[in-house]
T-cell receptor, first 117, second 113 residues
Framework: GAVVSQHPSWVICKSGTSVKIECRSL??????MFWYRQFPKQSLMLMAT?????????EQGVEKDKFLINHASLTLSTLTVTSAHPEDSSFYIC?????????????FGPGTRLTVT | GNSVTQMEGPVTLSEEAFLTINCTYT??????LFWYVQYPGEGLQLLLK?????DKGSNKGFEATYRKETTSFHLEKGSVQVSDSAVYFC????????????FGTGTRLLVSP
């Protein structure tokens, strides 16, 4: 199957700093990528939907100025957590949608563990 | 709204035991239903799916039937293996055209030899 990578796999940052997480589709083009957040023992919560070349669509309650999403190419989307605080510590997961020739599938990255101290 | 409810885990079984993980949903319209599996240290992988009522999805010995009358999509396997130990997520697609998925909380399965 198709592969989606995330970098870094884990990151520790100090409160007030910003951190960028990359999501790449390695062997297919993804016009749509999704960003999720997962709290311990809880479900994945969709944060935003990102379409290549356009602004991301954020879910209700997600601060777009805090979680900046850029989908600059068909294989790369980035999530920047700005002015991070301890409550932003979480597991962030991206997914990428492959839509081609009648094939429609969503592939997930392995996730990025963010710890804000 | 749209939501998915899964049984809480962990589910602990011995190898070759029968597995059932319950999943029920609430949705507007007619969603597609999915089971995803997450092995330790890896991303979620699609295990199986069903797109309409009475459809049965199956893969790797796992199966689930889309039951509209009971709004359920229970995951079953006749004989689990140690390698099946993972977290299983039930999800639905609200069919907005972008495969926007709504997930359950996940159920951890632990299979012992």
């Amino acid at each position: 199957g198709a592969v989606v990578s995330q970098h870094p796999s884990w990151v520790i940052c100090k409160s007030g700093t910003s951190v960028k997480i990359e999501c790449r589709s390695l062997d297919f083009q993804a016009t749509t990528m999704f960003w999720y957040r997962q709290f311990p023992k809880q479900s994945l919560m969709l944060m935003a939907t990102s379409n290549e070349g356009s602004k991301a669509t954020y879910e209700q309650g997600v601060e777009k100025d805090k979680f900046l999403i850029n989908h600059a190419s068909l294989t790369l989307s980035t999530l920047t957590v700005t002015s991070a605080h301890p409550e932003d510590s979480s597991f962030y997961i991206c997914s990428a949608r492959e839509l081609a020739g009648g094939w429609d599938e969503q592939y997930f990255g392995p996730g990025t563990r963010l710890t804000v101290t | 709204g749209n939501s998915v409810t899964q049984m809480e885990g962990p589910v602990t079984l011995s190898e070759e035991a029968f597995l059932t993980i319950n999943c029920t949903y609430t949705a507007t319209g007619y969603p597609s239903l999915f089971w995803y599996v997450q092995y330790p240290g890896e991303g979620l992988q699609l295990l199986l799916k069903a797109t309409k009522a009475d459809d049965k999805g199956s893969n790797k010995g796992f199966e689930a039937t889309y039951r509209k009358e009971t709004t359920s999509f229970h995951l079953e396997k006749g004989s689990v293996q140690v390698s099946d130990s993972a977290v299983y997520f039930c999800a639905l697609n609200v069919n907005t055209g972008f495969q926007k998925l709504v997930f359950g909380t996940g159920t951890r399965l632990l299979v012992s030899p």
